[in-house]
């Protein structure tokens, strides 16, 4: 299903909507509000920018550097080159523990991999720990939002939830008593998971280390009490420095929720004694972004979710209508390159306003690569009704006579048309909006009237 027709599905539930929209607005708001506090904040962008140019354009030589350090550190290094490599590694893991329950805090990439079904599939039960993250998989839904999981349900959602999955009270909306609830719950999850996997938010080449950064400490609730943490890491996240992660971090948990810093910012670096730690490092189609000049810089993206809480189309749509793991604006810019066929809507699904480009971190140019995408689009789609409109279009606005006689024709047209051809499914404009009241004259007659 396209974004317009999934689009339409949210806006049904007409007061959800204009909720959701200005639930995220707040949180765009509160993004505004600190990043005012720091004098600094556009030199940070600017520098957290250039630190990922290098990043992109020495990828290679980080990766190589991050594997060496690691690998001495006593950190296990795992490469895979797509989606169900990284699936089958994470498997052979768990199987060499035999393992068959763990705990996974909120990882996208494993999102993006698909590994819960993949796991359950493989008789593995799957615990993410994320509250948020819990929500949504309770009720087999994805992530709407990829900081705020389930930003689409409301409170009485979830109590009605929670009555059913963890027998709380029936109507008690009360946030703290539902997170205590979900606490208890989750910790005999951690306390029962031999394995745990986190993601990953950057990886230091210089050190061979890694950092995690969550709100709740699930992450490192989870690893503690396990013996063997797999850390699954797009190829994309590595840093050079350590120093580095004091531009990032600044800039992420501002970007993100408008807090001053994540709660939780962990760095792994070995395991423990008798301990394990392995890293999954995934390509997944990244290299093949990297070498797509005008869309490689998506590659730089924190994945903040700024960019989606400042979209007018994110906010008025909802995560889903995206269908892709990571939706919004970024989202829109990554998925064709995923599947160009399968994503076709999304680069399309945007104003172009350029709000996502003026609040990313790392001045990634959104909207310019949203309209590079849509003319890939255009010209790999060939003729379309739209394509041979516009050609029709352009020779009439090409010849004046042509013109002149096409306006006279179809002033009179729309005078007399019913509305079920005006307003046919041609029209896709017209779903929303009403035609203008044709004019009684061109505005050439009354410029000939009134300038002359
Ligand atoms: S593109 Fe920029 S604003 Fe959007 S999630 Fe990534 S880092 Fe954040």
Not at 47 to 63: G, H
Not at 276 to 299: C, M, P, W, Y
Not at 304 to 331: K, L
Request: include cysteine; charged fraction near 25%; proline fraction near 4%.
């Amino acid at each position: 299903m396209s974004h317009p027709a999934k689009a339409s599905e949210f806006l049904q539930d007409a007061a959800k909507a204009k909720w959701h929209d200005e639930t995220l607005w707040f949180v765009r708001d509160k993004r505004d509000t600190i990043s005012k506090t720091i004098p600094e904040w556009e030199k940070l962008r600017e520098l957290a920018s250039q630190i990922k140019d290098n990043v992109l354009a020495n990828l290679d030589k980080y990766l190589v550097q991050f594997e060496e350090k690691a690998t001495a550190n006593g950190i296990k290094v795992h490469w895979a080159k797509d989606a169900e490599e990284h699936n089958q590694i994470v498997l052979s893991i768990l199987q060499r523990h035999q393992c068959k329950a763990i705990v996974k805090s909120k990882s996208i990439l494993t999102e993006e991999c698909h590994l819960n079904p993949f796991l359950e599939n493989n008789g593995v039960e799957v615990v993410d720990t994320d509250l948020g993250e819990r929500i949504v998989q309770f009720l087999n839904q994805p992530p709407s939002h990829i900081v705020l999981p389930a930003i689409h349900l409301k409170k009485r959602d979830i109590s009605e939830l929670f009555h059913e999955k963890l027998h709380t009270e029936k109507g008690n909306e009360d946030p703290a008593y539902l997170t205590h609830a979900a606490r208890l719950h989750l910790r005999e999850k951690f306390l029962g998971a031999k394995v745990a996997i986190t993601g990953v938010n950057f990886g230091v080449a210089e050190t061979g280390e890694f950092v995690v950064c969550t709100n709740e400490g699930n992450a490192d609730m989870g690893v503690h009490l396990a013996d063997v943490h797999i850390a699954c890491m797009g190829i994309e996240k590595i840093i050079p420095r350590r120093k580095d992660l004091g531009v990032f971090l600044r800039l992420l948990a501002r970007s993100a929720t408008g807090q001053p810093i994540t709660n939780y910012n962990s760095h792994f670096r070995s395991p423990a004694a008798g301990k394990e730690i392995h890293i999954v490092l995934v390509d997944n189609g990244r290299t093949d972004q990297l070498a797509r000049e005008k869309f490689k810089n998506s590659l730089k993206c924190i994945r903040c979710g700024a960019c989606m809480n400042t979209c007018p189309i994110y906010r008025r749509s909802g995560g889903y209508s995206y269908g892709s793991v990571v939706p919004g604006p970024i989202g829109s810019i990554l998925s064709p390159g995923l599947d160009v066929k399968k994503y076709s809507t999304l680069p399309f699904a945007s104003t172009l306003c350029g709000s996502c480009t003026d609040v990313c971190p790392v001045k990634i140019n959104i909207h310019e690569q949203l309209y590079e995408w849509r003319q890939e689009i255009t010209k790999a789609q060939g003729t379309n009704a739209k394509s041979i409109s516009m050609k029709i279009a352009n020779g009439i606005f090409a010849v004046p006579f042509a013109y002149k006689v096409t306006g006279v024709m179809m002033r009179g047209a729309l005078k007399i048309l019913p509305d079920s051809i005006t307003y046919s499914g041609l029209n896709t404009w017209g779903k929303q909006r009403d035609l203008p009241e044709t004019p009684k004259e061109t505005f050439k007659d009354w410029y000939k009237k009134n300038r002359t």
